[in-house]
């Protein structure tokens, strides 16, 4: 069998239209040693391609992050699986907020972290870690008004939503992350923290991370925003999480709230959507109104557009100049803010 994806974009993004279930999007994760990382990848992507699970889905030593969608009707089979798979057999499943398409293909990547905060094995304990609230417990925590909330996530994630009154880390690079959350909170060592992220698995290693640095009473809402939003929904109580929870998926959010946090890169009106730039020699990510998508036809940029348009932009040469541009307009940062950049454009 095999166990990679050769097909094109468009290919996947065709088969996908043409499917006539639907398909419901999941994520889920779990801190646990694993000593056969190639074994248990290729045992995971053959069963899931079986029950045709989408998704993206990292494995390290310390763990597995995964996002997937799956065809409703193999949800049963799905569970039944996980019980079957030592590795999953505890996991809590964390349902996306919003539908969708999420995934065009399966892919399960060997990473040295399951989450990106770059941080070395001695700078935190995973057997030490933050105690979990749920939402309700979450929400009883602001309301007495003592706790220090904090957003762990990445800059571009905080910009479109956070919990009301959160402190966020404003950093490019997500190994800049946790030192900055660090020094933000520097003297507070003996406040109460009250930490969140997406889904809950990267709470579990910044808030491991503060207690190793002498924080006394860190806490940690359990299974993340997701898991907070579905609490709302449910219990249909007023969300203190406002605007739009990122995803990384095609989707790029779900509305949470109605309130928008952030403003067009572009044009500086109010906009929380997320665009990743056409020119996918570009690819940025920022955000963008609908009337600068449309002017810009997707574009970040007059630059990006052009090229796009440009007879020459299969000519080899005019490629290479194009990402030599590109490098040099985005200094060397790895995901820089449009806002930014924009003077040098
Ligand atoms: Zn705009
Ligand atoms: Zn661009």
Redesign the pocket.
Same mark, same amino acid.
């Given at each position: 069998m095999v166990l990679v994806n050769k097909k094109s974009k468009e290919d996947l993004e065709n088969d996908l239209q043409k499917e006539l279930f639907e398909r419901v999007t999941y994520s889920f994760y779990k801190y646990k040693k694993i000593k056969e990382l190639p074994g248990i990848r290729n045992q995971i992507f053959s069963e899931f391609s079986n029950l045709k699970i989408l998704g993206r889905i990292y494995l390290a030593k310390e763990g597995i992050n995964a996002q997937i969608s799956i065809p409703k009707f193999n949800l049963k089979k799905f569970k039944k699986l996980t019980k079957k798979i030592n590795l999953l057999n505890d996991i809590f499943l964390n349902k996306a907020i919003q539908d969708g398409n999420s995934f065009f293909k399966l892919t399960i990547k060997i990473k040295n972290e399951i989450v990106a905060y770059g941080i070395n094995e001695n700078e935190y304990n995973i057997e030490k870690v933050g105690k979990h609230l749920d939402p309700k417990e979450f929400d009883e925590k602001i309301k007495q008004g003592k706790a220090i909330t904090v957003d762990v996530r990445n800059y571009y994630e905080t910009e479109i939503g956070r919990f009301e009154n959160a402190i966020y880390p404003e950093v490019r690079r997500s190994n800049e992350i946790l030192p900055q959350i660090k020094k933000m909170l520097k003297g507070k060592e003996d406040c109460e923290i009250l930490m969140y992220c997406t889904g809950g698995i990267r709470c579990e290693k910044a808030s491991s991370y503060l207690i190793k640095n002498n924080f006394k009473n860190v806490y940690q809402l359990k299974n993340g925003i997701v898991n907070y939003a579905n609490y709302v929904k449910k219990k249909k109580t007023k969300s203190k999480f406002i605007g739009k929870n990122y995803v990384f998926d095609h989707r790029l959010g779900e509305r949470i709230t109605e309130d928008i946090l952030s403003k067009c890169h572009q044009c500086e009106k109010e906009s929380d959507n997320h665009n990743n #730039?056409e020119?996918d020699l #570009?690819h940025?990510l920022f955000i963008q109104c609908k009337e600068c998508s449309k002017k810009y036809e997707g @574009? #970040?940029?007059k630059e @990006?557009l052009d090229y796009l348009k440009s007879e020459k932009k299969d000519n080899e040469k005019a490629k290479r100049d194009f990402v030599k541009y590109i490098k040099k307009r985005n200094k060397g940062l790895v995901k820089p803010k449009l806002t930014e950049i924009k003077k040098t454009l």
């Open positions: #730039c020119n #570009c940025m @574009c #970040c940029s @990006c």
